[in-house]
Nanobody
Framework: QVQLVESGGGSAQAGGSLRLSCAVS????????RGWFRQAPGKEREGVAA???????TYADSVKGRFTISQDNAKNTLYLQMNSLKPEDTGMYYC???????????????????????WGQGTQVTVSS
């Protein structure tokens, strides 16, 4: 069982920056995917960025070049640095996790957004124009 707790949401002006954090606790898997998702009002939840245990990353086209996902293994914390924010980045942001089988390592599976099975409670991000 993995527990995830997000923090760092808030309000920003368009063009500004925010940094989200996600504290991960509970069972530690040798390989896993950790990701950030967001859900805007009236829209479905979408995958934003993901990182595998080896540090490889993947991003949704809408955030490439603006958002950076990273992790601090010593602190067991996941981050999302969001720069050049746009009003359309507004939404509830969730961190999520799923364990990777050994055969699935380094195969780019972390963008299989429907596979994530542990979720945080979310943190709100609001970007005004």
């Amino acid at each position: 069982q993995v527990q995830l707790v997000e923090s760092g949401g808030g309000s920003a002006q368009a063009g500004g920056s925010l940094r989200l954090s996600c504290a991960v606790s509970g069972y530690t898997y040798s390989s896993s995917c950790r990701g950030w998702f967001r859900q805007a009002p009236g829209k479905e939840r979408e995958g934003v960025a993901a990182i595998e245990s080896d540090g490889s990353t993947t991003y949704a086209d809408s955030v490439k070049g603006r958002f950076t996902i990273s992790q601090d293994n010593a602190k067991n914390t996941l981050y999302l640095q969001m720069n050049s924010l746009k009003p359309e980045d507004t939404g509830m942001y969730y961190c999520a996790h799923f364990p990777l089988a050994s055969w699935a390592r380094n195969r780019g599976y972390c963008d299989r957004w429907t596979t994530y099975n542990s979720w945080g409670q979310g943190t709100q991000v609001t970007v005004s124009s």
